[in-house]
């Protein structure tokens, strides 16, 4: 029986990369066959990135099942009273509206939160994050101005260090809803800690900064 004839992966590149260039060389010389060489580099190059991306996550997805098959063997108490390192989230003062284009109207909630450890100090702990902004004198169904929620992986890039001190710098449009800047508003925080799925909800009074 004849056996098939396999060809290595690179001599089939080179092979289709030849035939392409040897078309486009007759069909408008050789400017249009290095445009299209640099466009199968190009193509060439974005797979592999796309591949080592692949392969990136799912080796922490990997890692994730190992932690949830650990974490799920432990009892309830001990998940929430020896792995939670958080002891509260709090709201900081700068938190407020902001006119970030300088036409009079504020439009940017910038809300601005701290997770504290059982030491008392700031940390960066990874967490789930809903915000919500009330306007509490107004009727019910019209109070709550808007809601929004920072999953784990774009909170981490929310890491904010200035002299004011370290913190979790949320910001959220709120140019479509109907803000009295003159008027308290109520700011709602609730984080979830990743790792233990604990709930810590804080909130805050914001008062209109002076302009």
Known sequence: ?????IIPSTVLKTWLIA????VAA???GTDKGVVLQNEIQGLTD???QLQKEMDQTKAENEQLKKQ???LSGLPDEVKSENLSNIQEVQITKLTNLDDKDKDGKKELLIVYIRPIDKEGDVTKAPGQVDVELWD???????????KWRIEPKELKKLWFSTVMGTNYRLTFDVG?????PTEPLTVKVAFTEYITGKVFKEQT???????
């Open 1 to 5: 029986m004849r056996m098939a004839t």
């Open 19 to 22: 035939s392409v260039l040897a």
């Open 26 to 28: 007759g069909c408008g």
């Open 46 to 48: 974005e797979k592999a």
């Open 68 to 70: 949830n098959k650990v």
């Open 136 to 146: 509490l004198e107004k009727e019910p169904g019209q109070a709550r101005l808007g």
């Open 176 to 180: 479509d809803k109907a803000i009295d």
């Open 205 to 211: 009074v914001i008062k209109p900064l002076p302009e």
